[in-house]
């Protein structure tokens, strides 16, 4: 079996309390870049990260967390965050997504799979999966 190996990264948002959110993104083993023109923060999964992806369990606790939904607790009023990963399992199949979430908890999400159920309602027949 091969490993899902990825790429994520955030946009730059603003924060409301930079102690309490760096302290939140260290204890999880995320990176955090501020901008140097001072615009906001930037995240990236830890480089010691075996996936590349955010993290999705605390790794004290052992159960599962949601990283956006964390996230938009420290997010200053009207700051987005979006979320994007794109990665692959060698040759089997390959995967991306994104999440935009707000200060207010509220969540988007797209996936590169929602191509086949796209396909399918405008051009109808069979629309097959591009991994094995």
Same mark, same amino acid.
């Given at each position: 079996m091969a490993n899902y190996n990825a790429t994520s990264r955030t946009n730059t948002f603003l924060v409301k309390d930079v102690a309490a959110f760096k302290a939140w993104a260290g204890k999880l083993g995320v990176t955090v870049h501020e901008r140097h023109d001072g615009s906001g923060f930037v995240l990236f999964p830890d480089e010691l990260s075996d996936s590349g992806t955010f993290p999705s369990y605390d790794l004290?606790?052992?159960?599962? !967390?949601? /990283?956006?939904?964390?996230?938009?607790? +420290?997010?200053?009023?009207?700051?987005?965050?979006?979320?994007?990963?794109? &990665?692959?399992?060698?040759?089997?199949?390959? +995967?991306? +997504?994104?999440?935009?979430?707000?200060?207010?908890?509220?969540?988007?999400?797209? &996936?590169? &799979?929602? !191509?086949?159920?796209?396909?399918?309602?405008? /051009?109808?027949?069979?629309?097959?999966?591009?991994?094995?």
């Open positions: 004290d606790t052992d159960e599962e !967390i949601d /990283f956006a939904d964390q996230l938009s607790t +420290h997010l200053a009023e009207g700051s987005v965050a979006v979320i994007v990963e794109a &990665g692959a399992e060698k040759l089997r199949y390959v +995967h991306g +997504h994104a999440v935009a979430v707000n200060s207010k908890g509220e969540q988007l999400c797209i &996936g590169l &799979g929602d !191509i086949y159920e796209m396909a399918e309602k405008r /051009f109808g027949g069979e629309v097959t999966r591009a991994e094995y």
